[in-house]
Structure formats: structure tokens, C-alpha cells
């Protein structure tokens, strides 16, 4: 059984997902061992406690912090770490140790809209500005880089022409929760 840690900076739902699906289950596949958050008043918070899942609050400093870091994972004896709405940028220490036990989730169809602050409404607010046709969720693994490394994962969503930034982001969030908790769970069962 693979041990995850969960990376997250927000509301987390998606998070919570996946502490629902692994954890809620007993699941032989993986289970959540610890969130990593960098907020001190993030939603993600409220979800591990109610789940009783261990959670950490890391500024960003610790996170560079090669020896904390590796640390922490040390502890808990992390295998895999999900980001799911983490802003910050991975250190390459932990993007290397991880190599390919280290995926994203993105609310757009990279290439297109990644890199440094497009995240959240920000990509949503893009989207609809350049009058795309459609848009997405992409699952990839983590690089040192923002959004760059092998895309694992895409599903897409049509844009209608009246839809605003809010609709979009709806009908991203749908495709997050529709699709992410399965891809994670057929990543791990290949390992
Ligand atoms: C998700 O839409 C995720 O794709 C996005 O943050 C949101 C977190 O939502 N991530 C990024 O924008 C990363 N660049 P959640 O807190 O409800 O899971």
C-alpha cells in the first residue's frame, strides 16, 4: 500500500476526495498519510482533521529546506505526493527525489495557461478572455518547473459562447472530481 501525501494551498475538495475515496475505504491501494499545506486558514485543513488525517502548515521556507522536507517525508514514509491546488513552486530536491511519484492537477489543457501565477480564477479569467472554445483539466507529473513535466491526463470541456470565468471554472471543478481520484488510483496500482 502506497503512503500519499496530499499538497494543498485552498478550499480542497479535491483533497478531500481523495481522503474520502483511499482513506474512507480502507482502500489496499494507497492511503493519506499527511497534508501539506502552506496556508494557516485553508479549508484543506478542516478536511484532514475531519478525516483524521495528520496536517502540517509549512511556510516557504521549510518547503526549500531540502533537510525539513525530506524530513517530514521521511516520517511519515511518503511514496507518492499529490498537489492539488499547492501554489507554491516544488523545490527541484523533492521534484528529483520523487521523480515520477510526484503529480499535479491543473485547471487548463497545458501547454496552454500554466506557469507562474496562472492558477485558480486566474486561468479560468484567461480562458474566457481569449475566447476559447473549450478548456480542461490536465494531470501531470511535477518538474521543477510550474506545470511542465509529462502530462498523464487530459479530459475536456466545451466553452458555450455566454459562458463567464464562473461557469468555466464549474465545469472544470466537475471534470477534476469526475476524473482525478480514478487517474491517481490507476497510477499507484501500476507501482
Ligand atoms: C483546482 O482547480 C486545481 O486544479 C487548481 O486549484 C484548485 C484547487 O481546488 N490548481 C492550480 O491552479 C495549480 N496551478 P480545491 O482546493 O477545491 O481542490
Redesign the pocket.
Known sequence: MKKVAVF??????????IIEHFNGRNSSIAKVELVVCNKEN???LQHAANAGVESVVITKQQLNDELFMLELMQKHQIDFIV?????LLIPKFLAEKYHRNII?????LLPKY?GKG???S??HQAVWENREKETG?TIHFVNEK??EGDIIFQAKAAIENNDTPTII?KK??QL?HQYFVSEIEKLLIKK
Open positions: 494543498a494551498s485552498g478550499t480542497g475538495s479535491n483533497a478531500k476526495n485553508a479549508g484543506v498537489l492539488a491546488g499547492f501554489l499535479n492537477i491543473h485547471p487548463a500554466g496562472m492558477y485558480g486566474f486561468v483539466i510550474y506545470d471554472a472544470v471543478q477534476e
